[in-house]
């Protein structure tokens, strides 16, 4: 049976993937007592890669669906470091986000407004948390936006 957490993803249509696998010389998560500090997970969706640079070949709205991708792929790892047990999530305390984006591109706040706004709607208040939202010239891959989190479990 699902818990409360996995129940409102299905009522959103987000199935939560198999946590990814570390592409180098560190683990995806770590945890110290009630926090998570869980490595930075980039934009993928189930065709692969979300690539793209903002400013130059993508737009704001699908910057905002890979920052989306992003906080999926954050749920996974806290879902793996939890055991299965999502429901042991209690808030989301901080997130640093990097933007694939030029030099002249100021929206990265509105990008990554696509991950914080989906775990306000997952997770209500628990989902509000401390932020930032920078640029990068380049990201791994070439994906088009990489965020990392903090969160405290139960």
Request: aromatic content about 4%; overall charge negative.
């Amino acid at each position: 049976m699902s818990g409360r957490i996995e129940s409102r993803l299905a009522e959103l249509g987000v199935t939560l993937p198999d946590a990814s696998a570390p592409a180098a010389n560190y683990v995806p998560f770590v945890q110290l007592g009630d926090i998570l500090y869980v490595s930075g997970q980039i934009s993928m969706d189930a065709d692969g890669l979300v690539t793209g640079k903002l400013g130059e070949n993508m737009d704001l709205a699908a910057g905002q669906a890979a920052a989306k991708r992003c906080a999926v792929g954050l749920l996974a790892q806290v879902k793996a470091a939890c055991g299965g047990d999502l429901d042991r999530l209690s808030r989301v305390v901080k997130l640093t986000a990097f933007v694939n984006s030029t030099a002249d591109f100021t929206d990265q706040p509105k990008v990554v407004n696509g991950c914080s706004d989906f775990l306000v709607e997952v997770l209500g208040d628990a989902g509000r948390h401390a932020r930032s939202a920078v640029s990068a010239a380049s990201l791994p891959m070439g994906v088009a936006v990489e965020i990392e989190g903090i969160f405290q479990l139960s």
